[in-house]
């Protein structure tokens, strides 16, 4: 975790991060160095102000590489001067919380790791202070503070709060009070707080999240600051400028109000989101209505409606153009008579963020898929490729020669491995998920049945896929033999290029009820239907459809290189599947209709042998 702590003029400096001192805080401004982190412009500034001490603690932790998932931390605390032990408590709550956040799960929701975080802390502390009284005389030893902590996910944020310091959202024109004191009232002598760290052996945490956008700024501030400035004021201080500029007017115009407390005020502008997180999508999938059915020159969303392409009473998908940039997408969303249907909202959310995941760093092979940047609706929005599907040209007897359909598969399954490095099963190769685009560039499309890890339960229990297609491994009735693997997307990419060089279904066309066929067939080799395919291709066909998961191609790298490396070094040729293998139930049927004809024969010569 790269962080940056403040108490103060004073600086703790951890692990690294760039930054440029002033003299009273620091600034942090980094640039984004990969799709997936943040752009942040982080500005401090604190005073002492009429006080003796200084309580006021703040600190910032940025994610290392491989602590990504957990995004950007900063959390503020204004310690209770009870015996001279403020800073004591805010310095200890904040480190504990910024460097015991990243110790969390990655897959913890962001309040359930803040809230164990929290409750450790505030049991340590109200320990603590239970064995200083018994120590020393009186109450006036216990060390507590305030806190609040801002998370920044993905596309949203999250808020934990106790206390009376406070968290404000610049949106616009807009400054808006995240969290809410938690005093005694409103009034000046009223100012006692009911609820800090350490005050009591339970801590209630208040939590708010929400989502983020570009532009967004957070200002946290200790009372010392929020306590003389309005809204108003602390809207205008913060409009404009940098964040270091902001925080440190902040400071000077409180203590120019005659505060009486540590002013001390963080800011932070997002100036660049990092990489949404599947949470982020399935928040919008639940809470943004469907479109309504869509007709050519609608608009939503700056978004010009040209068609309709695709309408199954599941999704529908159009073709639209950004009326800002010229730029033309498919828009994909529900029918709307599924639109409040949870199970397909949480799917297509989940294509929407994993298609997002793959294909962030543009590879060629796969339809590239955008996150709107601030939608109304919920859709998703893929890269508009003009060309024609696989299918339609197979359909259309379109003849293909093998040095053609050779570098064409090549493409294809450089992008299934592209998928499998992710950790993603495809579970839908097929013609109709193949595109050539006009630019001659083969691209595999449509992950809304992949899965991912994160996939909704009712994804994963659907047994998706196309019948003739599918591996034979996957309509055993034993659950665990039947899941899709990186084998069975070989398995279906196998059977694309087998129709692809001869037009015909090695198996021909599968039932789920007819499974069967697999086990009483084996495959012709593609030569014997087209002559000129050559016998090294055959070998790798037959050994990417071989119905023995184990004498299949393991990976999508193995048959890419076998691909590549053609007749310079050929496979070996598979051999034929033994009948025990292909159908044991046939194997006994024949061994029990010759031992009938061997009953029935030896009946024969005993009853008509002649005798002596």
Known sequence: MHQLGWAG????YLSGTTFVRHQHGARESTRQ???????LDIGYASQLGPRTTLEDFASVGRPLPHEEPWGVIAAIADGVSAGGLGLEAAQTTVMSLLRDYYATPATWDTTVALDRVITAQNAWLADHNRRRSGIRSGPTQAAMTTLTALVLRGHSYTLAHVGDSRAYLIRGTECLQLTQDHTMGTLPFQNGLVRAVGLDDGVRVDYEEGELRIGDTFVLTTDGVHGVLSRRQILDITSGGDAQSASETLVAQALAANSRDNATALVIRI????????EDANRRGRQLPVPSKLLPGDILDGLTVESCVFSNGVHRVYKVKDLSKGGAYALKTLHEARASDPEERAMLAHEAWLGARVTE????????????ADPSCFYTLFEWIDGRMLSDMLAAREAFSVSDIVQGASEVVRALGRLHQFGVIHRDVKPENVLRGVDGQWRLMDLGVALSGKEPESLKTLHAGTPSYMSPEQWEDDPQRAQATRQSDLFGFGVTLYQWLTGRLPYGEIEPYQVGRYRRMDAVAPSRIRPDVPIWLDHIVLKAIAKDPRH????????????????????????????????????WQVAFGISVLLNVLLIYWLAFLPRR
């Open 361 to 372: 760093r543009g590879d060629r092979g796969l339809v590239r898929v955008f996150e709107p």
């Open 33 to 39: 160095t990969t799709e997936m982190s943040f752009d």
């Open 271 to 278: 100036k660049g989101l990092a990489s949404s997180r599947l």
């Open 552 to 587: 299949r191609f393991e990976t999508a790298e193995e048959l890419l290189l076998a691909l590549e490396r053609g007749a310079s070094r050929p496979l070996a040729a598979a051999g034929h599947t033994p009948l025990l293998e292909r159908d044991p139930l046939r194997l």
């Open 9 to 12: 003029s004073k600086i703790a």
